[in-house]
């Protein structure tokens, strides 16, 4: 996944990726599996208008969508830490499901869920979880992952001193890298770059901006469309380049391990893929990166 960025700092422009191919994110330290290491990692099973209303749907509270997310909640994904307001591609895409389901707005319930929890094993307190969670094969053992709503390559964040090394993958081996743990970015720095020093590794995205910002790491890496947001707040920083993705690296929407929404879920976002609600909300909420040279 990505780095975390301060809920302070919200009224700054965003900046992602604006098309549905390109970390999300996160994923274990060591997991490099994506979602299309194994067919199992997702749902296959979509259900249809008939069997997708309010009062046939699987639920956490009758009559509700409870949705869980982090706090703080950050941008580009929402907007001023409050996923409630519609506001950020995430919030948008909760409420635009939620609508395609029969929710009124009102009927949407939010509750906090940290990242690295939201994975393990055991019973689940909301409908589905959506906080840029990659869907893999080493995750699905445990939860269930709708189809992908979102699909985000890596970046490498760096100051414009060490914009010319961190251009290319033979520059960056030579810096030292850091990531936050148990995301794919950090998977990203061990498999694609495979520096010659090991990444620091960050528990917060603070403790690695303040490592940028104090030469403690050379570039930071996360999902492009949080780099382009969180370079925005670093002064001096610049996205140097973007890693490409073997096979597609996609974000789900998480719930708990066999829970029968997940059909109606897929139902709902193959609706907006095909109306092209999901091209217009990434449209609205990611872009200003599709510039971004590939790393080579």
Same mark, same amino acid.
């Given at each position: 996944m990505h780095l975390r960025r301060t809920a302070a700092l919200a009224a700054v422009p965003l900046f992602a990726l604006a098309a549905l191919t390109g970390c999300s994110q996160k994923t274990s330290a060591s997991d490099g599996s994506d979602a299309s290491a194994d067919a199992s990692a997702t749902s296959s099973g979509s259900a249809d208008a008939a069997a997708c209303t309010v009062d046939k749907l699987h639920l956490y509270a009758a009559g509700k969508l409870t949705v869980a997310t982090d706090s703080p909640a950050y941008e580009p994904w929402f &907007?001023?830490?409050?996923?409630?307001?519609?506001?950020?591609?995430?919030?948008?895409?909760?409420?635009?499901?939620?609508?395609?389901?029969?929710?009124?707005d009102g009927d949407v319930d939010w509750v906090k869920e940290s990242f690295n929890s939201s994975y393990t094993p055991g019973a689940k307190k909301f409908d589905f979880d959506i906080n840029q969670i990659s869907i893999t094969a080493d995750r699905a053992e445990h939860v269930t992952f709708s189809d992908g709503y979102y699909t985000a390559d890596q970046a490498v964040i760096t100051l414009k001193k060490n914009a010319a090394e961190a251009s290319s993958l033979a520059?960056?081996?030579?810096?030292?890298?850091?990531? &936050?743990?148990?995301?794919?970015?950090?998977?990203?720095?061990?498999?694609d770059v495979q520096p010659s020093q090991d990444p620091l590794v960050f528990d917060t995205d603070d403790q690695a901006k303040q490592a940028l910002l104090h030469g403690q790491i050379d570039g930071l890496v996360t999902?492009?469309?949080?780099?382009?947001?969180?370079?925005?707040?670093?002064?001096?920083s610049t996205v140097a380049g973007r890693f490409a993705n073997a096979e597609p690296e996609e974000f789900g929407l998480l719930l708990e391990k066999g829970n029968p929404l997940v059909s109606c879920l897929n139902?709902?976002?193959?609706?907006?893929?095909?109306?092209? &609600?999901?091209?217009?909300?990434?449209?609205?909420?990611l872009s200003g990166m599709e510039d971004v040279p590939v790393l080579k």
């Amino acid at each position: 996944m990505h780095l975390r960025r301060t809920a302070a700092l919200a009224a700054v422009p965003l900046f992602a990726l604006a098309a549905l191919t390109g970390c999300s994110q996160k994923t274990s330290a060591s997991d490099g599996s994506d979602a299309s290491a194994d067919a199992s990692a997702t749902s296959s099973g979509s259900a249809d208008a008939a069997a997708c209303t309010v009062d046939k749907l699987h639920l956490y509270a009758a009559g509700k969508l409870t949705v869980a997310t982090d706090s703080p909640a950050y941008e580009p994904w929402f &907007e001023d830490n409050d996923p409630s307001n519609g506001k950020g591609y995430e919030s948008a895409v909760a409420y635009a499901i939620a609508e395609k389901l029969g929710f009124a707005d009102g009927d949407v319930d939010w509750v906090k869920e940290s990242f690295n929890s939201s994975y393990t094993p055991g019973a689940k307190k909301f409908d589905f979880d959506i906080n840029q969670i990659s869907i893999t094969a080493d995750r699905a053992e445990h939860v269930t992952f709708s189809d992908g709503y979102y699909t985000a390559d890596q970046a490498v964040i760096t100051l414009k001193k060490n914009a010319a090394e961190a251009s290319s993958l033979a520059g960056l081996k030579t810096l030292k890298l850091g990531a &936050e743990t148990a995301t794919t970015s950090l998977t990203a720095i061990r498999d694609d770059v495979q520096p010659s020093q090991d990444p620091l590794v960050f528990d917060t995205d603070d403790q690695a901006k303040q490592a940028l910002l104090h030469g403690q790491i050379d570039g930071l890496v996360t999902d492009l469309p949080s780099a382009g947001y969180m370079s925005s707040e670093i002064s001096g920083s610049t996205v140097a380049g973007r890693f490409a993705n073997a096979e597609p690296e996609e974000f789900g929407l998480l719930l708990e391990k066999g829970n029968p929404l997940v059909s109606c879920l897929n139902y709902a976002i193959g609706e907006l893929q095909s109306d092209g &609600e999901l091209a217009t909300l990434q449209k609205k909420w990611l872009s200003g990166m599709e510039d971004v040279p590939v790393l080579k």
